[in-house]
Nanobody, 123 residues
Framework: VQLQASGGGLVQAGGSLRLSCAAS????????VGWFRQTPGKERELISG????????HYVDSVKGRFTISRDNAKSTVYLQMNSLKPEDTGLYYC?????????????????WGQGTQLTVSS
């Protein structure tokens, strides 16, 4: 399975952006997915995750109410809609997927990773 993340860029505080993560290869719709963020000197952090069906989602407290994870299993694509962006949202965003259907919170449990897409939010 290969994951291709896209949609990052430079945006002003208060703006919106949508990240996409397209899966290819031997994909399955029955896998959990997640969006992680990494900033210099910090560990990769789960920002948002979803189980295979989208019925269970997770958001880190700092993005609750502003970010929304969604998935289109027919297109093998996962999205992260980011609204009301803040400078502290800046980072390298990775999408990841597991072989399991249940939502997972630890980066070490994810089996497949995209290449990362940079988000920079200016104040």
């Amino acid at each position: 399975v290969q994951l291709q993340a896209s949609g990052g860029g430079l945006v002003q505080a208060g703006g919106s952006l949508r990240l996409s993560c397209a899966a290819s290869g031997r994909t399955s719709s029955r896998n959990a997915v997640g969006w992680f963020r990494q900033t210099p000197g910090k560990e990769r952090e789960l920002i948002s995750g979803s189980n295979w069906s989208g019925t269970a989602t997770h958001y880190v407290d700092s993005v609750k109410g502003r970010f929304t994870i969604s998935r289109d299993n027919a297109k093998s694509t996962v999205y992260l809609q980011m609204n009301s962006l803040k400078p502290e949202d800046t980072g390298l965003y990775y999408c990841a997927a597991t072989k399991a259907p249940a939502l997972l919170l630890k980066a070490s449990l994810y089996d497949y990773w995209g290449q990362g897409t940079q988000l920079t939010v200016s104040s």
